[in-house]
């Protein structure tokens, strides 16, 4: 199976701040990455698909780029709303669909 | 608005069965692949298994396969996954998802599967 890391594993930041979380993928998965959010108690909801497209009634302060083994979520500006945990999904293999471990972001 | 509610998680001895159902509404059903992913208490995500919209293409994560069955019913718009000898390591909430690329979207709320004696 495709290996995916994401760095931080954790993350501390203040409302307004600009966030990066990485994903790694072990070989190449050209496009197919996608980004979820997943807050407590609650299913995750889709952000980003195909590395960059957003998700519609995503906020725009959400990006994704990369292609390849290398890709970025970016929060342009933290909400409070945003303090979550973020996930990132393969789909080149099928089967073998595989997530990162998360990147929990926290307040500050 | 599209809905998926799971349904028949519960608590259940080691090697036991459990059906999930999963209930779609609002979408086509028809026409989406879906999907089961899960996650154990405190624990990232994990793909379980996926259907074809016509149930003709099926595929398992290799830590369910020969033990999970994964099958839909168009007609009820439905999505079922037979859960047999179960396992410790099987406790968690189990999500059910349409992929409408490939990726999951919307989730259900997820129902949780417990097992132990």
């Known amino acids: 199976d495709i290996q995916m890391t994401q760095s931080p594993s954790s993350l501390s930041a203040s409302v307004g701040d600009r966030v990066t979380i990485t994903c790694r993928a072990s070989?190449?998965?050209?496009?197919?990455l996608n980004w979820y959010q997943q807050k407590p108690g609650k299913a995750p909801k889709l952000l980003i698909y195909a590395a960059s497209s957003l998700q519609s009634g995503v906020p725009s302060r959400f990006s994704g780029s990369g292609s390849g083994t290398d890709f970025t979520l970016t929060i342009s500006s933290l909400q409070p709303e945003d303090f979550a945990t973020y996930y990132c999904q393969q789909s080149y293999s099928t089967p073998g669909i595989t997530f990162g471990q998360g990147t929990r972001l926290e307040i500050k | 608005q599209v809905q998926l509610v799971e349904s028949g998680g519960g608590l259940v001895k080691p090697g036991g069965s459990l059906r999930l159902s999963c209930a779609a509404s609002?979408?086509?059903?028809?026409?989406?692949?879906m999907s089961w992913i899960r996650q154990a208490p405190g624990k990232g995500l994990e793909w379980v298994s996926y259907?074809?919209?016509?149930?003709?293409?099926?595929y398992y994560a290799d830590s369910v396969k020969g033990r999970f069955t994964i099958s839909r019913d168009n007609a009820k718009n439905s999505l079922y996954l037979q859960m047999n000898s179960l396992r410790a390591e099987d406790t968690a909430v189990y999500y059910c998802?349409?992929?409408?690329?490939?990726?999951?979207?919307?989730w259900g709320q997820g129902t949780l599967v417990t097992v132990s004696s």
């Open positions: 259907i074809s919209s016509s149930g003709s293409t099926i």
């Open positions: 998802a349409p992929s409408p690329g490939r990726w999951f979207d919307p």
């Open positions: 070989q190449s998965i050209s496009s197919y």
């Open positions: 609002g979408f086509t059903f028809s026409d989406y692949y």
